[in-house]
């Protein structure tokens, strides 16, 4: 009788999100501290401006081009494109509102650097015309 052979690899089951704006896989990397995640964005979509009081993000788009939004609690705005082609890594540190919308259909690679807590998003409105009118 032969045994039934041990498995070499490991398969950990993500978690998986969809909704108008993204569908995406979270938490992709087990034994992280925080949380590693991708996402398709479908061209023109927006997440609005939120912002974390404790969690760091970091954002890189290896496929399409993704315009963002940073704003300073003092009202400073930054906007930033990213795309393969800047091959950078967006830093967004705690206290910071900041958003995207897609240029184009994208991937974004994002990595948060504590585990995903609900209570440290915290949300503000933000009108598509935002996303197209020259900063002030």
């Given at each position: 009788m032969s045994e039934t052979p041990k498995p070499i690899g490991k398969l950990h089951d993500q978690r998986f999100h969809e909704d108008d704006r993204r569908r995406g896989f979270y938490d992709i990397i087990p034994g992280l501290p925080g949380d590693m995640n991708f996402t398709h964005v479908p061209k023109?979509?927006?997440?609005?401006?939120?912002?974390?009081?404790?969690?760091?993000?970091?954002?890189?788009?290896?496929?399409?081009?993704?315009?963002?939004?940073?704003?300073?609690?003092?009202?400073?705005e930054e906007r930033i494109t990213l795309s393969p082609y800047a091959r950078k890594t967006l830093i967004i540190p705690p206290g910071v509102w900041h958003g995207y919308k897609a240029l184009e259909d994208s991937v974004v690679l994002f990595y948060i650097d504590q585990?995903?807590?609900?209570?440290?998003?915290?949300?503000?409105?933000?009108?598509?015309?935002?996303?197209?009118?020259?900063i002030r």
């Open positions: 023109g979509s927006i997440a609005g401006l939120h912002m974390h009081k404790e969690q760091s993000d970091y954002f890189a788009v290896p496929k399409g081009a993704m315009l963002f939004r940073l704003i300073t609690e003092d009202g400073k585990k995903f807590n609900t209570n440290d998003e915290h949300r503000r409105e933000t009108k598509p015309e935002d996303w197209e009118s020259p």
